[in-house]
């Protein structure tokens, strides 16, 4: 059954957790927007070896859970490992999570949550 209306309606942005280089590239193909206001937040964020879990972590739920306008989370599949855990457990179908290669980390099928559940829903 499709998702009514409502779940979607108001997604308009993308949303990138990724190197420096991958958010640099999606920045400059337009999907950076900063929301108003004296709280105003980001739709990305820029993860380097020194960057926390956590901070990954609160990035993810923000972007997952409480931001009510992003419609897809990208998502680099070497960070992706780094919240193994909590990019398994996400089933919603908004926003849509993809994980995606970066320059310096080939991407591993193997380790891709889509399609783990793709090869398990066909018995693979």
């Not at 926390?52 to 997952?64: K, L, M, Q, S």
């Amino acid at each position: 059954m499709a998702a009514p209306a409502s779940a979607y309606k108001d997604r308009h942005f993308l949303a990138v957790i990724g190197d420096e280089d991958s958010v640099t590239g999606l920045l400059l193909a337009g999907i950076g927007h900063v929301t108003a206001g004296p709280e105003s937040q980001k739709n990305f964020l820029v993860v380097d070896d020194k960057t926390d879990t956590g901070t990954i972590e609160h990035a993810f739920d923000n972007f997952t859970s409480e931001r009510k306008d992003i419609a897809i989370l990208l998502i680099n599949q070497h960070i992706a490992e780094r919240i193994r855990n909590r990019v398994d457990s996400y089933t919603e179908a908004f926003p849509a999570l993809l994980e995606i290669p970066s320059k310096d980390h080939p991407y591993d099928p193997e380790k891709d949550s889509v399609l783990k559940r793709v090869r398990r829903l066909f018995g693979e």
